[in-house]
Nanobody
Framework: QVQLVESGGGLVQAGGSLRLSCAAS????????MGWYRQGPGKQRELVAS???????IYADSVKGRFTISRDNAKNTLYLQMNSLKPEDTAVYYCHISWRVWGQGTQVTVSS
């Protein structure tokens, strides 16, 4: 079974940027749906963004215009470019394949 490993999280000031990566242990070429969820302190896990094999994307309203999801099938990697970060973006970010396979998460902390 494919495994996912997230990286790129960290501490950043409000207004800053981070790029998260999600490396798959196998090919993602035929994977239809991949995406990012996040879980903030005391909150439920919520959708951040999704992308299909055809490049169609969906974003949570709270991140539209600030975050960009992309995938590189040649590198078997999913990305999340996060700009204009806000303290409310603080969360553990998880990537997934079709909601069946999940990574271990990477912490993003945005200071005010």
């Amino acid at each position: 079974q494919v495994q996912l490993v997230e990286s790129g999280g960290g501490l950043v000031q409000a207004g800053g940027s981070l790029r998260l990566s999600c490396a798959a242990s196998g090919s993602i070429f035929s994977v239809n749906l991949m995406g990012w969820y996040r879980q903030g302190p005391g909150k439920q896990r919520e959708l951040v963004a999704s992308i299909t094999s055809g490049g169609s994307t969906i974003y949570a309203d709270s991140v539209k215009g600030r975050f960009t999801i992309s995938r590189d099938n040649a590198k078997n990697t999913l990305y999340l470019q996060m700009n204009s970060l806000k303290p409310e973006d603080t969360a553990v970010y998880y990537c997934h394949i079709s909601w069946r396979v999940w990574g271990q998460g990477t912490q993003v902390t945005v200071s005010s």
